[in-house]
């Protein structure tokens, strides 16, 4: 099988930050509160497209499209955040980004193994790690995607990192994840098979 792993990683940074950065209308399709003190705070519904099964975004997205189950990277609210985190705005932004209510002093210590790039640069070397763990990419996509994350801009390892802490493995492939949406233990739909991690 003939894969670009750079090309994916490339298009996955470049749709993340699309997602997370854009503050169109579509935002307002936001299902709305999940339950305040609820551990399932953060997701919210999305609709059931394609297979008539409840589709839902993890914390830290919200549902941009519920007619197509869309979610999008980053909060309208509180409600697309996890109990112990706030959504946070930048003046005049529709969107923001979900924060930790916490210090981040144990974070912070956290990531002096990630090769001196900062804290984004160990999360997102920690979020290609977990996609590796958990099937979504083998060995070579792995590799490049940890590579990948040394070059990407301290914004583009953030939203990396953002989307992949909340998943978990063998659940459902995070829409903020799109391209991806295939892997060694994620196969493709009866007659289709997965290259560069796309149903075809």
């Known amino acids: 099988m003939v894969r670009s792993s750079s090309l994916v990683f490339g298009v996955l ?3 993340l930050l699309v997602a997370f950065v854009a503050c169109g209308g579509e935002g307002d399709a936001d ?4 339950g305040g003190t609820d551990p399932q705070q953060g997701f919210t519904s999305c609709g059931s497209f394609p297979d ?3 589709k839902s975004c993890q914390p830290g997205q919200h549902c ?3 007619t197509f189950s869309d979610c999008k990277a980053g909060c309208l609210s509180n409600v697309n955040c996890a109990s112990d985190q706030t959504c946070q705005k930048a003046a005049g932004e529709t969107t923001g980004a979900c ?8 974070s912070s210590s956290a990531s002096s193994s990630g090769g001196g790039g900062g804290n984004n640069l160990a999360r997102c070397q920690d979020a290609c790690k977990k996609m590796l763990q958990c099937g979504l990419l083998d060995a070579t996509d ?9 070059e990407a801009s301290d914004v583009e390892q953030k939203t990396i990192a ?3 802490e909340p998943w978990t493995c063998n659940a459902p492939i995070p829409g903020c994840l799109d391209p991806i949406v295939c892997g060694p233990s994620y196969p493709c739909p009866a007659g289709q098979d997965c290259l560069a991690h ?3």
Do not use: E, Y
């Open 13 to 15: 940074v470049s749709t």
């Open 31 to 34: 299902s709305g509160p999940t």
């Open 52 to 54: 008539m099964i409840a």
């Open 64 to 66: 941009a499209d519920a």
């Open 99 to 106: 924060q930790n209510n916490a210090t981040t002093t144990s």
């Open 142 to 150: 792995g590799a490049q995607c940890t590579n990948d994350c040394s």
């Open 162 to 164: 953002d989307c992949v």
């Open 198 to 200: 796309t149903c075809l």
